[in-house]
């Protein structure tokens, strides 16, 4: 499934029209702030015009983000490990973790992913593994994964939810990639051998995919609809409505869950200013940015907590000795978290990414689709995404 195509027209006109609202917006600023302040109330008129302020800068940096569409280069898929992991030993292979993280979903559902997974495709032999973190402990979810010959991993708790999920998988494996998934992900065979290129930059921490939701209703023409409730005057007064405005369908996608706009438009854009957002599913991941990042948190926690503690001791000889038993102590009591545990664990986590100034990490939007999901099943799950 292609991404929207580009349109120089389309994004001309845009930036054209985006110029002159700020243009405008910066003029309509500069005489509010000069010439527009009441004086007789001057702390509700500051109150007022400081928040028209803030609007115009979200407009400045929304304009900012969204002002043109950068993909970053496909190249084509390495075949020697050393060509997208430094010093790393060509004798061998690449290998790469597809994680399928499973709480309470239907384990038959799983099975269809897990088949999905293992029929990965690459241009040359890699190291590919499949592995179920289910953290519901099921016996029937074992099962599944016992018959489809992957790697079964659970937990005796649930710290951390999907977060803590994954971060357990990453304990007990060892690729060099992780394709992170949901239960209900089925990935395309192609997903590797077009996002592995990326990684020849060594600085690309991830690769995000769109997300695609095959099961949404396709909806009906408008002219079909008014045909049929009344009759051919209405099909054509539909046809004419549709020449004015574009193309109507009634009835697609009544939750609103296609992710299109989203992924075609914002998450494209913001590829060429290194700030798109990792969404979990259909994403891959570099084991190395992953683990230096929490390592690098770990550090500063256990630091954070050790001066906390030790702040008030006011003798010298006594701070030391407590200092390096305290720092001993919280390494072994803090905990080594890659993917924080978060409401939103994918998105915080290419934030800590990328607010690593020293090490520059860097993400990339790939456009097309390598996958395809289910949409929520009920409202509470999708009220959650």
Same mark, same amino acid.
Request: aromatic fraction near 12%; charge should be negative.
């Given at each position: 499934m292609?991404p929207?195509?580009?349109?120089?027209? $389309?994004?001309?006109?845009?930036?054209?029209?985006? $110029?002159?609202?700020?243009?405008?917006?910066?003029?309509?600023?500069?005489?509010?702030?000069? *010439?527009?302040?009441?004086?007789?109330?001057?702390?509700? /008129?500051?109150?007022?015009?400081?928040?028209?302020?803030?609007?115009?800068?979200?407009v400045?940096?929304?304009?900012?983000?969204?002002?043109?569409?950068?993909?970053?280069?496909?190249?084509?898929?390495?075949?020697?490990?050393?060509?997208?992991?430094?010093?790393a030993?060509?004798?061998?292979?690449?290998?790469?973790?597809i994680?399928?993280?499973?709480?309470?979903?239907?384990?038959?559902?799983?099975?269809?992913?897990?088949?999905?997974?293992?029929?990965?495709?690459?241009?040359?032999?890699?190291? &590919?593994?499949?592995?179920?973190?289910?953290?519901?402990?099921?016996?029937?979810?074992?099962?599944?994964?016992?018959?489809?010959?992957?790697?079964? $991993?659970?937990?005796?708790?649930?710290?951390?939810?999907?977060?803590?999920n994954?971060?357990?998988?990453?304990?007990?494996?060892?690729?060099?990639?992780?394709? $992170?998934?949901?239960?209900d992900?089925?990935?395309?065979?192609?997903?590797?051998? *077009?996002?592995?290129?990326?990684?020849?930059?060594?600085?690309?921490?991830?690769?995000?995919?769109?997300?695609?939701?095959?099961?949404?209703?396709?909806?009906?023409?408008?002219?079909?609809?008014?045909?049929?409730?009344?009759?051919?005057?209405? #099909?054509?007064?539909?046809?004419?409505?549709?020449?004015?405005?574009?193309?109507?369908?009634?009835?697609?996608?009544?939750?609103?869950?296609?992710?299109?706009?989203?992924?075609?438009?914002?998450?494209?854009?913001?590829?060429? &200013?290194?700030?798109?957002?990792?969404?979990?599913?259909g994403?891959?991941?570099?084991?190395?940015?992953?683990?230096?990042?929490?390592?690098?948190?770990?550090?500063? /926690?256990?630091?954070?907590?050790?001066?906390?503690?030790t702040?008030?001791?006011?003798?010298?000889? #006594?701070?030391?000795?407590?200092?390096?038993?305290?720092?001993?102590?919280?390494?072994?009591?803090?905990?080594?978290?890659?993917?924080?545990?978060?409401?939103?664990?994918?998105?915080?986590?290419?934030?800590?990414?990328?607010?690593?100034?020293?090490?520059?990490?860097?993400?990339?939007?790939?456009p097309?689709?390598?996958?395809?999901?289910l949409?929520?099943?009920?409202?509470? /799950?999708?009220?959650?995404?």
């Amino acid at each position: 499934m292609a991404p929207l195509k580009h349109s120089f027209m $389309i994004e001309f006109i845009w930036q054209s029209l985006a $110029i002159c609202t700020l243009s405008l917006g910066g003029w309509y600023l500069s005489w509010r702030w000069m *010439h527009s302040l009441n004086t007789d109330v001057m702390w509700f /008129s500051f109150l007022v015009v400081l928040a028209e302020t803030c609007a115009f800068i979200g407009v400045f940096l929304y304009v900012h983000n969204l002002w043109s569409v950068d993909d970053t280069p496909q190249t084509a898929a390495p075949l020697k490990r050393s060509e997208i992991i430094k010093g790393a030993d060509d004798t061998q292979p690449i290998s790469v973790d597809i994680f399928l993280p499973t709480y309470n979903e239907d384990p038959e559902l799983t099975r269809y992913s897990i088949r999905d997974a293992k029929q990965v495709k690459y241009p040359c032999l890699i190291d &590919l593994k499949v592995h179920v973190l289910d953290d519901g402990n099921r016996a029937e979810m074992k099962k599944v994964a016992l018959e489809e010959e992957v790697n079964y $991993i659970t937990r005796e708790t649930n710290i951390g939810y999907k977060a803590g999920n994954l971060r357990n998988g990453m304990a007990k494996t060892y690729g060099d990639f992780i394709v $992170i998934l949901d239960s209900d992900t089925r990935t395309f065979p192609t997903i590797l051998s *077009h996002t592995l290129g990326y990684f020849r930059d060594a600085d690309v921490a991830w690769v995000q995919t769109p997300q695609w939701f095959y099961d949404t209703p396709k909806g009906r023409p408008l002219q079909v609809e008014w045909s049929k409730n009344f009759g051919r005057i209405g #099909e054509l007064v539909a046809y004419a409505c549709q020449k004015m405005v574009g193309p109507v369908v009634i009835g697609r996608d009544p939750f609103v869950n296609d992710a299109k706009l989203f992924y075609d438009v914002i998450q494209r854009r913001r590829n060429g &200013l290194n700030v798109s957002f990792c969404c979990g599913a259909g994403s891959i991941h570099r084991r190395e940015a992953v683990m230096e990042v929490a390592l690098k948190n770990y550090a500063t /926690s256990v630091e954070d907590q050790t001066l906390e503690f030790t702040k008030l001791e006011k003798d010298q000889v #006594e701070q030391v000795g407590l200092t390096a038993a305290l720092r001993r102590e919280l390494s072994v009591s803090t905990d080594l978290t890659p993917y924080k545990f978060h409401v939103s664990e994918d998105i915080y986590t290419s934030i800590k990414l990328h607010e690593d100034k020293n090490r520059n990490w860097k993400s990339v939007f790939h456009p097309h689709v390598e996958s395809k999901m289910l949409s929520p099943l009920d409202i509470q /799950s999708w009220v959650m995404q």
